[in-house]
């Protein structure tokens, strides 16, 4: 499996320095997939790096991209989780909280993961097992035990429906918090659990590449992942993206509760 973490690792930094320099150079163009969601030049140039590169080590493993049209999500293996930008309105917009994704997953479950901000040039990684690292330093999720002290993340689609029911849960959550935050890429925020920037982080829906490798990193840590409500998705547990949550262990139930019931 380190020779997995390995090449994720320099995979990643690849990917990364494309889309730095793309952003520096001004020279990525947008689009709108599905109608709705931004797409940029940048995202397909990092999906090009990362397949090019995952398939010449790894010939025969699978890949689950969110720019590549294979979406058929059995993980039992071995399978690549790849987000080549997570984060695009944010690389568009000039913001720093962008990040590339990789996730190894065979046996139905994540087994090593990488999250690259190439614009902090943080490396956050872990494998299964092995404890979660930051730039090669051991991290973990922070201690705390009251919801009240805490800086609690979420997320909203691109899509935007059922306005009413997605705000619902922050109107519960947000008389308990201290502050909450919303940075605009998933990955990131799962790390930044794992790190004890944040103590929390919950959304509604995510796609297995938005969540398998910071879920791996942020549980690594320390953390406990799970769901504030009943999740319907016939999805292996590491990548069902449904109600999910990641908190640090002396608030988690606190803040389950929050979301559930007010």
């Known amino acids: 499996m380190n020779d997995i973490l390995h090449n994720a690792i320099r995979i990643a930094r690849l990917a990364g320095s ?12 947008e689009q709108l997939k599905f109608g709705y969601e931004l797409v940029t030049s940048a995202d397909m140039a990092s999906n090009e790096i990362i397949i090019d590169e995952i398939l010449k080590t790894y010939p025969t493993h699978r890949i689950i991209s969110e720019e590549s049209p294979d979406h058929n999500f059995s993980i039992e293996g071995p ?37 690259y901000n190439p614009f902090l040039d943080e490396m956050f990684y872990a494998v299964k097992g092995q404890g979660a690292f930051l730039n090669k330093e051991r991290i973990h999720a922070k ?28 109107t519960r959550l ?53 769901h504030y409500a009943n999740t319907t998705l016939d999805l292996p547990e590491d990548i069902r ?22």
């Open 18 to 29: 494309k889309i730095k320099e793309m952003r520096e150079a001004k020279s990525f163009t």
């Open 79 to 115: 399978n690549w989780i790849v987000d080549p930008i997570d984060g695009t309105v944010g690389y568009a917009n000039g913001h720093y909280q962008v990040c590339i994704s990789i996730a190894f997953a065979q046996h139905g479950q994540v087994q090593a993961g990488v999250v």
């Open 143 to 170: 201690e705390v035990n009251n919801l009240n002290q805490c800086v609690i993340a979420t997320g909203f689609p691109h899509k935007k429906e059922n306005i009413a029911h997605i705000t619902s849960y922050l």
């Open 174 to 226: 947000l008389p308990h918090i201290r502050d909450v935050r919303r940075m605009g890429s998933a990955a990131l925020d799962y790390c930044w659990v794992a790190c004890g920037r944040i103590q929390g982080y919950y959304e509604g829906g995510l796609a297995p590449w938005d969540m398998a490798a910071g879920r791996l990193i942020a549980i690594e840590a320390g953390a406990i992942a799970g």
């Open 241 to 262: 993206g449904q109600y999910i949550m990641v908190a640090s262990p002396g608030i988690f139930e606190e803040m389950k509760n929050a979301l559930e019931n007010g």
